[in-house]
């Protein structure tokens, strides 16, 4: 590929997406490149793109990654274990696998890479460039991570590998949650059903999770068919008795996983059982925790756990639990684009999409899992 160039976005400023070509870097024994097939879009690319998460500009977004190895060096492939042509999905971060933490497993915070060069947040100016999904080529450093995509499963659904892995650590692997166990999801986003799904693929009794307000009626709805037994606005209904209700007492596990939603911690805490665990994982955006009394954690002996990210296993578990079609994923309102589409999907993802007196249209407006396709031509709205 050495001396090609190809299409790809960068993002220079908050909401300045421009298609730039670029070149494509050449492939030595211990990197690869990868031909992108479909990138997921989640909460992050489009605080990216407004510009609420601070970011390096200029650079290539899109951190949910899946494609085919166009390119791969002898030793890379060894080290791998993949082949040219391989479906891959890529881990967000990346790993030197030498460093203290890398060493102990705890490669989230590689001494090397850590938060600081995540696909996705790398800036143009580090050579290749190219190091994220918006883009029809992406480049694989020797310490990226990589995972073999199951031949069943097709490159657009293979992309919730991420959001998957992360229901899977978030709500079952670090609360460690097990059958029986009542759970509390907050927020029916792609990351509340892919928690929802966890938690009933771990055999869990009564999940509820919980929404705020009109766009979020379809989704509650939808939460039901991946596994929630109850669900409740919290604009008009009160979570905690609706929990008691079904399940005859409080949470053993609660998931937050709302985005600035301040209020939720309060709530978080007050749904889960003395003793219980509340996993945060969705950022408020705020030191502002309303409603939040520390005391409660005191008298009820708390575990609060924060949650960064995903591991091997949980992202090996959710390609598996993709490819068995056993939850709806495929059936996920989507919104599937070309380069010329992401950053009118990313404005109606962060909920400034369109026409604003079609509010009778928001829920269409506001896809639950949006797509980049950067070998599809322009905006293909596509359910
Ligand atoms: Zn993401
Ligand atoms: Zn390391």
């Known amino acids: 590929m050495g001396g090609d160039r190809a299409a790809a976005l960068v993002l220079e400023h908050p909401r300045q997406l421009v298609e730039r070509e670029m070149a494509v870097p050449s ?39 899946v494609g085919v190895l166009e390119a791969v060096g002898e030793r890379a492939a060894r080290r791998w274990n993949v082949e040219q042509g391989d479906r891959v999905a890529v881990e967000v971060f990346q790993s030197c696998r030498v460093c203290g933490p890398c060493a102990a497993g705890d490669y989230r915070r590689c001494l090397v890479h850590g938060i600081g060069d995540m696909y996705g947040f790398v800036p143009v100016g580090k050579k290749p460039g190219l190091w994220g999904g918006y883009a029809r080529y992406q480049y694989l450093s020797p310490d990226t991570l990589l995972h073999r995509v199951p031949e069943r499963l097709d490159p657009v659904l293979a992309t919730v590998f991420n ?65 929630a037994d109850v669900v409740v606005d919290v604009e008009d209904g009160d979570p905690v008795a609706a929990l008691v209700k079904a399940s005859g007492g409080l949470a053993d596990v609660v998931v937050d996983v709302t985005a600035k939603a301040p209020a939720a911690l309060g709530q978080a805490v007050a749904l889960a059982r003395p003793g219980g665990t509340v996993v945060l994982a969705g950022t408020r955006g705020s030191p502002e925790t309303p409603g939040f009394w520390p005391d409660l ?25 993709l490819a068995s079609g056993r ?57």
């Open 27 to 65: 492939v030595g024994d211990d990197d690869g490149l990868l031909r992108v097939e479909a990138c997921g879009l989640c909460g992050t690319d489009h605080e990216q793109f407004t510009g609420v998460l601070p970011a390096s500009y200029a650079f290539v977004p899109g951190h949910e990654t």
């Open 163 to 227: 959001p998957l892995g992360a229901g899977i650590r978030w709500a079952v692997t670090l609360p460690g949650t097990g059958p029986g166990d009542t759970v509390a999801v907050l927020g029916p986003g792609i990351r509340g059903l892919c928690a929802v799904a966890a938690a009933r693929e771990a055999g869990a009794g009564a999940i509820l999770v919980t929404g705020r307000g009109r766009r979020d009626a379809g989704r509650l709805e939808l939460a039901r068919r991946f596994g």
């Open 327 to 383: 939850y709806p994923f495929e059936t996920l309102p989507r919104r599937r684009v070309g380069l010329g589409g992401v950053a009118g999907l990313l404005l109606a993802m962060a909920g400034e999409g369109g026409d604003e007196t079609a509010s009778a249209h928001e829920d269409d407006a506001v896809p639950v899992h949006g797509v980049v396709e950067p070998w599809a031509d322009g905006a293909s709205p596509d359910g």
């Open 297 to 321: 954690v005191v008298y009820t002996e708390l575990r609060i756990l924060g949650a960064l990210g995903v591991d091997p296993a949980s992202y090996r578990a959710a390609l598996a639990l």
